[in-house]
């Protein structure tokens, strides 16, 4: 038999920085969110899928960020603030209020607070 332990600890460190850039990045977003919200009118704001989800997170994730009351004509300057801001390529932002995914969004997403 092989021992493995190199090999195991190289993937638990590489697990390990993942869930750091992880919660980094969703530290990021939130603080995205507040300055945008000075910027852009919208009610409420979540960010789903692999950021919002412990160890879910790799290298190549989007950032997935959903909107209730952001006005169409906010969608693209929504996005690019929220990628200008970030410094990622890879946004997605979609709006909630007809979206097929919307009540998974909002039970499983982690809810944007507005400072007051």
């Not at 993937?11 to 603080?31: G, P, S, T, V």
């Amino acid at each position: 038999m092989w021992n493995t332990d190199l090999l195991d600890s190289a993937l638990a460190k590489k697990k390990l920085k993942r869930e750091q850039l992880r919660k980094q990045l969703l530290a990021d977003a939130m603080q995205v969110l507040d300055r945008l919200a000075e910027e852009i009118p919208f009610e409420q704001a979540y960010v789903f899928g692999s950021v919002s989800r412990a160890h879910c997170f790799n290298e190549h994730s989007d950032l997935d960020i959903a909107f209730i009351g952001l006005k169409d004509e906010d969608f693209f300057k929504a996005m690019a603030f929220v990628s200008g801001e970030v410094g990622k390529d890879d946004v997605d932002v979609v709006q909630l209020e007809e979206h097929r995914w919307a009540e998974k969004i909002i039970r499983e997403g982690i809810p944007w607070k507005r400072k007051d």
